[in-house]
């Protein structure tokens, strides 16, 4: 299996038992390893690089990594060191590949089959991008777009465009948006986007530039191939066009960890069925669960402290269940009182999938 295979170097450091290897550079955390706190662990953090990542070196002077700064009035490069003077916020989101939840769509969609893994609950700590706008001097003029380029060295030979991670987010995000240079109380690691990552709230994976190197307030959307014509929401089967919504938004998510399809038989008892949801841009409101395949509902929950809306909240029913066998589904409403939907549309890419049918899973009791 998949599994057995040893992690690369770059991420060698991870807890290689509580995840699954797709290749090496997509790394899903295990259904069962999400545990029953809110934030995830690095060691079992997904892993998604669209290039391989750069040298780990570039975390050897954290305070040197320097980032050009276009699109505002007095446009600089600014150092981590210089950008620690302007602010500090601290933020928790939820990290989540544009492509989770691939694997189960009916039609399986090419591109990584992830199943629940590919995200994670995470506690950033950098400065707000607003005020390193602020300290340059405000917005230039016709800025509609916030736009974050990697800082991967690319391929010799290729046209850059079309490989280099360079995404454009509407400059509402200004709000809201982070330059973290920390995760989970520590130093941003390497894997992550260490020194200096760009994260945008609410929005997709892809929209959290890694060892962001440029970061621009500009009047269109980037040209490179990835906000151009990839992550978009197009028809089944069709490649994607500029003129389809991108990727950004995140939707109103929840889905069981346990006991879960990887945690081996359950007793029969009162069983503690857990799991997480998230709103995207709103907060969950609430969570029910359902033991018969969403024929009947309970409400669930939600547990522990609050860390804000952008955040994923847990959530526990105690059920006490007889032999036999259950499908366990559960769904999410947000504070504006909308439900998850049941099942989402199916889109060329295979993303944003948020069905809560498709989420579910059937466990026996003995
Ligand atoms: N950044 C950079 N620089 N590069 C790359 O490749 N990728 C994306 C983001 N960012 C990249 C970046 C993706 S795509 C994702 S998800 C994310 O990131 C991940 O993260 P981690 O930390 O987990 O690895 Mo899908 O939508």
Redesign the pocket.
Known sequence: PAEAKPFPPYVAWKNQSQMIQHTA?TIETKRSAYGTSIVTPADR???????P?PDASIVNDRDGWSMAVEGVRSPRTLTVRELKSMGIETTATV??????GRGYFPSKPSGTKWQVG?A?CVIWSGVPVRSVVAALGGLADGARFITG????KLPDGIDPKSVM?E?SVPITNLEDALLAWEMNGEPLPH???GPL?LIVPGY?????????KRLAFTAQESDAAIQKTG?RISPPGQKHSPSEPS?WEMGLKSWINGPGPDTGPVKAGTVQIHGVAMGGMQAVKRVDVSIDGGQTWREAKLVGPDLGRFAWRQFVLPVKLEPGTYQLVCRAQDVKFNWQEETTPENSGG?LNAGWRAHGFSVTVA
Do not use: D, P
């Open positions: 550079t953090l997904y892993i998604r690089n669209n290039l990542a990290l989540q590949c544009s492509g989770n590919a994670g380029t990697g800082g991967e991670v995404r894997a992550h986007g990552r997709s994976g892809v929209n959290n530039i890694k060892y962001i992550y990727v993303y």
